[in-house]
């Protein structure tokens, strides 16, 4: 690392993190000083320490309004999941960490793989607008797709019957099949979530710097550990490293 890498990144002395709060997965609670705690901020931690600087939280309730304000001067490094429209305004490190989108279908179905799925006799049913729907308008062509309003509704209207197969993320799959409704989670999943660092825009040898870090942190164990010991590891996937 150079100097100059140092001062891009942490301009201010200390490393100010934009956190997105809301996802429980990659933020499992916070500490006594009201630091947040999760394989987010382990990442960030170690960004920090890379560089021999603090680390300092900026807490966010939402993703979006962390991707605002990239250009207002709050956060240096900002940790929230890639997608090509904050892409136009942000630049994204290699993802550190994967949330696994699955298909959840019944027992008794015959449905055994993807490939089954996009066939006109299916209805699947889809929160509107999250990043595995974009997925499937870019890939289904055949299968009925029912799109309703929120993760809760997608759920929820697949309990009705109406749609034989539920898009959704394996954790939150995971928690439906505890209801104990004879269903099952198609085992591969279909597309991944991808939960990555972010940086203004240009400044590709920080990106670099930062994949780095990442590259180093799948390769030695240190991402595992982390997911094992916030109690995640069997939730989320670690990216093979490149």
């Known amino acids: 690392?150079?100097?100059?890498?140092?001062?891009?990144?942490?301009?201010?002395?200390?490393?100010?993190?934009?956190?997105?709060?809301?996802?429980?997965?990659?933020?499992?609670?916070?500490?006594?000083?009201?630091?947040?705690?999760?394989?987010?901020?382990?990442?960030?931690?170690?960004?920090?320490?890379?560089?021999?600087?603090?680390?300092?939280?900026?807490?966010?309730?939402?993703?979006g309004q962390l991707a605002d304000v990239v250009n207002d001067d709050v956060w240096d490094i900002g940790n929230i999941a890639f997608e090509p429209e904050r892409g136009n305004t942000i630049d994204f490190c290699n993802p550190y960490v994967l949330i696994d989108a699955n298909f959840l279908v019944k027992n008794k179905s015959g449905l055994l793989t993807n490939q089954d799925i996009d066939k006109e006799e299916n209805t699947i049913v889809v929160a509107d607008r999250s990043a595995?729907?974009?997925?499937?308008?870019?890939n289904f062509k055949f299968s009925k797709i029912v799109r309703v309003k929120s993760i809760d509704d997608s759920h929820t209207y697949y309990r009705t019957g109406n749609a034989n197969v539920l898009a959704g993320l394996r954790p939150k799959l995971i928690d439906e099949m505890q209801l104990k409704n004879n269903d099952r989670i198609i085992d591969e999943p279909f597309t991944y979530i991808k939960q990555s660092v972010g940086f203004k825009k240009n400044y590709p040898e920080v990106i670099e710097f930062i994949n780095s870090i990442i590259f180093e942190a799948i390769e030695d164990g240190y991402i595992k550990n982390s997911l094992q010991k916030h109690n995640v590891d069997k939730k989320l996937s670690i990216p093979k490293s490149n």
Do not use: H
């Open 132 to 138: 595995y729907d974009l997925w499937l308008k870019s």
């Open 1 to 63: 690392m150079t100097y100059e890498i140092k001062q891009i990144i942490a301009p201010k002395g200390y490393l100010r993190v934009g956190i997105n709060m809301s996802n429980f997965l990659l933020v499992v609670g916070k500490n006594e000083d009201g630091d947040p705690i999760g394989i987010s901020p382990d990442i960030a931690k170690l960004i920090a320490k890379k560089i021999d600087v603090k680390c300092k939280f900026i807490l966010f309730e939402r993703p």
